[in-house]
């Protein structure tokens, strides 16, 4: 099983990039999704989580009105839409996946399948 994220990159602030996370070996289009971040010297942190169905999110505070998560349970791809980018959006972005929940998870302990991670950097 293998989730790969894509998208990552170097723009300027007030920018847009759109991530994407390709799952290969088993389908997730039952299972709850989320892209985490980790900037450097902090924690892992959850950005934005959705549902099985896609029809319930959750973000951070920082995010809202600012990113997107979506999914395409047909291609089995997970998406995050990042608009207005600040330079504090810089970070590695991760995907991940439930095994077992349908529902928006918030905890990372209840993701079981992870991304290698995609820099975002976000200058100013």
């Known amino acids: 099983v293998q989730l790969q994220a894509s998208g990552g990159g170097l723009v300027q602030a007030g920018g847009s990039l759109r991530l994407s996370c390709a799952a290969s070996?088993?389908?997730?289009?039952?299972?709850?999704m989320g892209w985490f971040r980790q900037a450097p010297g902090k924690e892992r942190e959850l950005v934005a989580a959705?549902?099985?169905?896609?029809?319930?999110?959750y973000y951070v505070d920082s995010v809202k009105g600012r990113f997107t998560i979506s999914r395409d349970n047909a291609k089995n791809v997970l998406y995050l839409q990042m608009n207005s980018l600040i330079p504090e959006d810089t970070a590695v972005y991760y995907c991940?996946?439930?095994?077992?929940?349908?529902?928006?998870?918030?905890?990372?302990?209840?993701?079981?399948?992870w991304g290698q991670g995609t820099q975002v950097t976000v200058s100013s």
């Open positions: 991940a996946a439930s095994a077992d929940w349908r529902t928006v998870r918030r905890n990372a302990l209840q993701y079981d399948y």
């Open positions: 959705i549902s099985w169905s896609g029809d319930s999110t």
């Open positions: 070996g088993r389908t997730f289009s039952s299972n709850a």
